[in-house]
């Protein structure tokens, strides 16, 4: 990644002083407009980006760490985003979160706020957009970025990325439904044609393939009320239905609502397996089986892996996945 430019980048580029420079910046009433359009000029050829907090940080042991959430709502993304605060936090890293609630323009906002004020590093699970200026601004600023659990930008040279190995995890629970005699099973949550449901979807629609089983799919926000509609909505028609593998835990929880509503015993007449293996999935009654991914771990890792970047110039890969297990519990075994 090329160097961040500075303000001496600037003033040699504009024919002037350092200081100049940063009277510009301060919006100082001493300085030409002829020199302001010039440095003006330098700062738009550079990409270089004011930084507000530099001269606080500058000889400060411990530097920022921009830490954006898609959807902090979500325990798996909080469990997440708490692990690699801790991370940061033990190895003396301060830490800003921003949750952009899967909003691209209040993502551009946080970003380039976040590069203003000086963060040493991003660890970004972004929102889906076909913007990517924001990520340019963040190139040419310089700051070591990680994507983590969703692909935003291609440029993994760039941006390394690392998530947990869904298409694994999604064939494990479809083969262990069929195991347990399932044939009419269906794929449940995920908007459609997204990156991420597709990914998550791809291990279920193989093993539906490599078996000869026809694959359904009901998409939708991965959201409890979702999975609730879904499971009212398969009571009422679809009770060819026998398994659903769901895109999150949320989605499965939700799905075990709908059915005590309906009456629907789940792991005898329904049988359902998750995805994430939140805390509450082990919880709830019948306890949930879930595709483990063990988010506060992975957390810890990223945050790790990142600090071995910044501090000792360890680059990740460009690509790393974590392998995921299924927990079975009653929502597929039957009650105990």
Not at 75 to 95: H, I, N
Not at 112 to 140: L, N, Q
Not at 216 to 235: C, K, N, Q
Request: glycine share 8%; charged share 25%.
């Amino acid at each position: 990644m090329k160097k961040r430019p500075t303000i001496l980048d600037v003033a040699r580029q504009a024919g002037v002083s350092k200081s100049t420079v940063s009277l510009v910046l301060q919006n100082s009433t001493l300085v030409k407009e002829t020199t302001r359009k010039d440095v003006a000029t330098a700062i738009e050829e550079l990409g270089y980006v004011y930084n507000r907090s530099a001269a606080g940080l500058r000889g400060a042991t411990s530097g920022l760490i921009g830490l954006i959430i898609n959807d902090l709502r979500n325990p798996f993304f909080t469990e997440f985003a708490a692990s690699a605060q801790m991370m940061f936090a033990s190895k003396g890293y301060s830490t800003v979160i921003a949750n952009t609630d899967e909003d691209p323009e209040i993502q551009t906002q946080v970003i380039d706020s976040m590069i203003e004020h000086g963060v040493s590093a991003f660890v970004i699970s972004p929102t889906y957009t076909g913007d990517k200026s924001a990520i340019d601004r963040i190139e040419r600023a310089g700051i070591p970025t990680m994507q983590v659990l969703r692909q935003l930008d291609e440029r993994t040279d760039l941006f390394p990325f690392a998530s947990h190995n869904y298409a694994s995890g999604g064939e494990l629970a479809t083969n262990h439904l069929i195991d347990l005699g399932c044939s009419n099973i269906a794929f449940v949550g995920g908007l459609e044609d997204r990156p991420i449901t597709l990914e998550r979807m791809s291990g279920y629609s193989k093993v539906m393939a490599s078996n000869a089983l026809a694959p359904r799919a009901f998409h939708g926000r991965p959201s409890r009320a979702y999975g609730r509609e879904v499971a009212l909505r398969i009571h009422e028609d679809h009770r060819d239905l026998q398994a659903a593998v769901c895109f999150s835990d949320l989605v499965a929880l939700g799905m075990l609502s709908g059915f005590a509503e309906a009456g629907v015993q789940v792991g005898k007449d329904f049988r359902i397996v998750g995805f994430d293996d939140i805390e509450e999935s082990s919880l709830v009654y019948p306890r949930l089986s879930s595709v483990r991914c063990d988010t506060g771990l992975f957390g810890k890792r990223a945050a790790e892996v990142m600090l071995a970047w910044i501090v000792d110039g360890k680059r990740p890969p460009d690509r790393k996945r974590y392998d995921v297990e299924l927990i079975k519990r009653q929502s597929s075994l039957g009650l105990d």
